[in-house]
């Protein structure tokens, strides 16, 4: 197959309309779109990814007009959160409108909706007949990719078309908010923190916090994710550490002595946003370890926390 790249958000969404899959930018992290009312292309993202097709994709919606399109039955914080952090990197469960195709959902009477933030998402959103469900655009397991060019590496040939768009500006997948329950349970940390939704909804609590028969878990999160070749080796604050050989650092520390190369940050969000591409350099590198600094488990610093943690096999 061949694999069309375009910076324009109006011929991708012309191929995606057609019934194809289509890779294409957000502010989180690249997606792999397929529209909802054509069920084989979203079959066809399942096989592209090589991922297991009892996970659930994610649909994105234009504005937040298209959201009765996907979900019914809306609670008073669900609106809240909505108003609030849409359109950005949240995402909210919500029950399913029953026009939603089970392979989107993976059977689950449940749905993630998300309202991309990033303008060229956006024109793309606009022009596609109807919602996209897209998963991360990465075969699964490594990675998510923040830039066009690994979603080339990854998969081209095995894709329509990749709609070129600017790194990510955050670097990692949205939060995920379960509002089916009594609260709202926070699924996976992103961008948006555990402190700005409990801001909103302060009842909001962590889903690991609950006990876990009765919380409807994100079916994806008991996949491994996230791990580049190398080792991960994660540096708690005040450890030093003696450098492998052809290893690498990531954080706002200063670089352990003797690593083969660095990513300094200067901050959390700096951090966050590299993270995954730094991972993806090192693999492209042969690098065999990775130190990474495990930030504290607060604001942001949670997101790069779960990534790095997942990533280390923790
Ligand atoms: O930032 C993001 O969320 C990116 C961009 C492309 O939007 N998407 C993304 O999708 O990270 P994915 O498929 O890589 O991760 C989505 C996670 C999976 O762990 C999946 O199991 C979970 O969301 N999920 C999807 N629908 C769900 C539902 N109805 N209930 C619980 N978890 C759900
Ligand atoms: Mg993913």
């Known amino acids: 197959m061949q694999t069309i790249i375009t910076d324009s958000p109006e011929e991708a969404a012309e191929i ?7 890779a294409f930018p957000t502010e989180t992290v690249y997606g792999l779109g397929a529209c909802i009312c054509h069920p084989e292309a979203v079959k066809h993202i399942f096989i592209a990814k090589g991922r297991p097709s009892d996970n659930p994709l994610i649909v994105h919606v234009a504005d937040t007009g298209q959201i009765g399109d996907v979900a019914v039955g809306l609670n008073e914080y669900a609106v809240k959160l909505i108003e609030r952090f849409f359109p950005g990197p949240l995402t909210v469960v919500l029950q399913k409108n029953p026009h939603v195709p089970d392979s989107v959902t993976a059977g689950l009477d449940t749905v993630g909706v998300r309202c991309p933030s990033d303008p060229v998402a956006h024109e793309f959103l606009r022009r596609a007949c109807c919602p996209v469900a897209a998963p991360s655009a990465n075969i699964s397991g490594i990675p998510s990719s923040t830039n066009w060019e690994t979603v080339y590496k990854d998969l081209a040939g095995k894709i329509s078309c990749i709609l070129r768009g600017n790194p990510s500006k955050i670097g990692l997948e949205s939060t995920i908010v379960d509002c089916t329950g009594p609260v709202p349970l926070l699924l ?5 923190t555990l402190e700005q939704l409990q801001e909103v909804v302060p009842e909001t609590i962590p889903a690991t916090h609950t006990e876990k028969n009765v919380v409807p878990k994100s079916p994806g999160l008991k ?3 996230y791990a580049p070749a190398a080792s991960i080796v994660l540096i708690r604050h005040g450890e030093t550490v003696t450098a492998a050989p052809h290893s690498a650092y990531i954080g706002r520390e ?13 901050s959390l969000e700096e951090y966050g946003k590299e993270l995954f591409s730094f991972f993806r350099q090192c693999d492209a590198e042969g690098i065999r370890v990775i130190y990474c600094e495990l930030p504290e488990n607060c604001g942001l610093g949670r997101a790069i926390r779960d990534r790095l943690q997942r990533a280390a096999g923790e």
């Open 16 to 22: 995606l309309n057609a019934g194809n899959v289509v």
């Open 223 to 225: 996949y491994p994710h």
């Open 188 to 192: 996976r940390t992103g961008a948006v």
């Open 254 to 266: 200063e670089p352990p002595k003797g690593i083969s190369i660095a990513k300094s940050c200067r």
